[in-house]
């Protein structure tokens, strides 16, 4: 390739501040070095995650930045000490590192990893490469990356540990998906919920990453699952998904978790909130079964500062978690998701409601926040 070593200009969506449009700009993206890739984004996707820096209400957020951690592309270039990668190579970035050497990617008990920070919100970490610099520059200034991945650019640079080379015939406006929605959803029910053969299933919020987990209950042989959502728009794609029954808390005459209650004789086995506000959180846990229920924690409001639980409600057999990427680790299982989409195992094609060319970017946010997508693809 002719731009090996060289400094690319590209198009790249920044956010100079919170509570204001992206604005699209040219950039300058420095060639990758030692352990780093610098891969040509093809797809990206938006989640509400992309969201957060830019509300002005989350104090954490660093700016300038280019968000986006839901792409696909293909390696232009590797640094010094890349074995795993070569240019052409097709790829998805992960926000989810895996060393492959530390004591949580040595342990089957979690997918985490030491290159993520264990104290900081995981929306404002990897916010520089591992040298503390920044491999994006816009009219002389760097630009900080976002969740070691960036990819609403036309290029990036990641660390050869948040990349995973996946299929040559992967179709990149899909299985951009599984860097974060897809996967987190799918992977709360399968792999931390553990959802079992036979169970009743509650699923609370019914985006991209509810949809998901509908798909992963069902996948888990869930004989029950109960969809919930305050857009009654959403239960068409969810019972095609495969949730049994659909409920919206603003139709009924009494709290949700009751209704669940009474509709399961005592609570659900498993209860999964992708809804991420304290009222859903809360909701969850009630309508979960004493003695075995369990309640996974999967998205959370950025402005959400804590919950309250009596110590009863756990003592008498509740039990709850929460998920980060949905348990999987991430350069070890994106490939074999690559695989299982392209052999029909799930059904990516149906979360995507809009695809758009990237220089619309904010015209996708307004969509996303007021409701009307699940997914929307942006392309270059």
Same mark, same amino acid.
């Given at each position: 390739?002719? $731009?090996? !070593?060289?400094?690319?200009?590209?198009?790249?969506?920044?956010?100079?501040?919170?509570?204001?449009?992206?604005?699209?700009?040219?950039?300058?993206?420095?060639?990758?070095?030692?352990?780093?890739? #610098?891969?040509?984004?093809?797809?990206?996707?938006?989640?509400?995650?992309?969201?957060?820096?830019?509300?002005?209400?989350?104090?954490?957020?660093?700016?300038?930045?280019?968000?986006?951690?839901?792409?696909?592309?293909?390696?232009?270039?590797?640094?010094? !000490?890349?074995?795993?990668?070569?240019?052409?190579?097709? @790829?998805?970035?992960?926000?989810?590192?895996?060393?492959?050497?530390?004591?949580?990617?040595?342990?089957?008990?979690?997918?985490?990893?030491?290159?993520?920070? /264990?104290?900081?919100?995981?929306? @404002?970490?990897?916010?520089?490469?591992?040298?503390?610099?920044?491999?994006?520059?816009?009219?002389?200034?760097?630009?900080?990356?976002?969740?070691? *991945?960036? %990819?609403? $650019?036309?290029?990036?640079?990641?660390?050869?540990?948040? /990349?995973?080379?996946?299929?040559?015939?992967?179709?990149?406006? #899909?299985?951009?998906?599984? !860097?974060?929605?897809?996967?987190?959803?799918?992977?709360?029910?399968?792999?931390?919920?553990?959802?079992?053969?036979?169970?009743?299933?509650?699923?609370?919020?019914?985006?991209? @990453?509810?949809?998901?987990?509908?798909?992963?209950?069902?996948?888990? !042989?869930?004989?029950?699952?109960?969809?919930?959502?305050?857009?009654?728009?959403?239960?068409?794609?969810?019972?095609?998904?495969?949730? $049994?029954?659909?409920?919206?808390?603003?139709?009924?005459?009494?709290?949700?978790?009751?209704?669940?209650?009474?509709? %399961?004789?005592?609570?659900?086995?498993?209860?999964?909130?992708?809804?991420?506000?304290?009222?859903?959180?809360?909701?969850?846990?009630?309508? %979960?079964?004493?003695?075995?229920?369990?309640?996974?924690?999967?998205?959370?409001?950025?402005?959400?500062?804590?919950?309250?639980?009596?110590? @009863?409600?756990?003592?008498?057999?509740?039990?709850?978690?929460?998920?980060?990427?949905?348990?999987?680790?991430?350069?070890?299982?994106?490939?074999?998701?690559? *695989?299982?989409?392209?052999?029909?195992?799930?059904?990516?094609?149906?979360?995507?409601?809009?695809?758009?060319?990237?220089?619309?970017?904010?015209?996708?946010?307004?969509?996303?926040?007021?409701?009307?997508?699940?997914?929307?693809?942006? %392309?270059?």
């Amino acid at each position: 390739m002719g $731009t090996k !070593g060289k400094v690319i200009k590209c198009k790249a969506a920044i956010a100079w501040e919170a509570g204001k449009p992206l604005c699209i700009e040219e950039v300058e993206v420095a060639p990758p070095k030692a352990h780093e890739v #610098r891969v040509q984004i093809i797809a990206t996707a938006l989640c509400h995650t992309d969201a957060h820096p830019i509300n002005p209400k989350f104090k954490e957020a660093l700016f300038p930045v280019i968000l986006g951690h839901e792409g696909a592309g293909i390696v232009e270039s590797v640094g010094p !000490g890349v074995t795993s990668f070569k240019p052409g190579d097709k @790829v998805i970035p992960l926000y989810m590192p895996q060393c492959g050497k530390c004591k949580f990617c040595l342990s089957p008990l979690t997918n985490f990893c030491t290159k993520l920070s /264990l104290v900081k919100n995981p929306i @404002v970490d990897q916010e520089l490469m591992e040298d503390k610099t920044s491999r994006f520059t816009c009219k002389g200034k760097p630009i900080y990356h976002f969740m070691g *991945t960036s %990819t609403f $650019t036309q290029y990036t640079v990641v660390s050869d540990i948040n /990349l995973a080379k996946i299929d040559d015939d992967a179709n990149l406006e #899909r299985v951009c998906l599984l !860097g974060c929605g897809f996967s987190t959803g799918y992977g709360a029910a399968i792999n931390t919920a553990k959802v079992t053969p036979g169970s009743t299933c509650a699923i609370f919020g019914l985006g991209g @990453v509810g949809l998901s987990a509908i798909m992963g209950c069902k996948v888990a !042989g869930a004989s029950r699952i109960i969809a919930i959502d305050i857009n009654s728009e959403k239960f068409t794609k969810a019972k095609a998904l495969g949730a $049994t029954d659909c409920l919206n808390p603003r139709n009924l005459h009494k709290p949700i978790q009751e209704v669940i209650i009474e509709m %399961t004789k005592g609570g659900v086995d498993f209860a999964l909130d992708c809804a991420g506000g304290p009222e859903a959180m809360r909701a969850a846990l009630d309508c %979960t079964t004493a003695g075995w229920g369990s309640c996974t924690f999967i998205g959370v409001d950025s402005e959400i500062r804590g919950l309250t639980i009596s110590p @009863v409600e756990l003592i008498m057999g509740r039990t709850i978690n929460g998920t980060c990427f949905g348990g999987w680790k991430s350069i070890d299982s994106i490939p074999k998701l690559v *695989t299982d989409y392209k052999n029909k195992i799930f059904d990516l094609d149906i979360l995507v409601t809009h695809t758009l060319p990237f220089d619309k970017i904010n015209e996708a946010f307004d969509l996303m926040n007021q409701g009307k997508s699940i997914r929307i693809v942006l %392309t270059f």
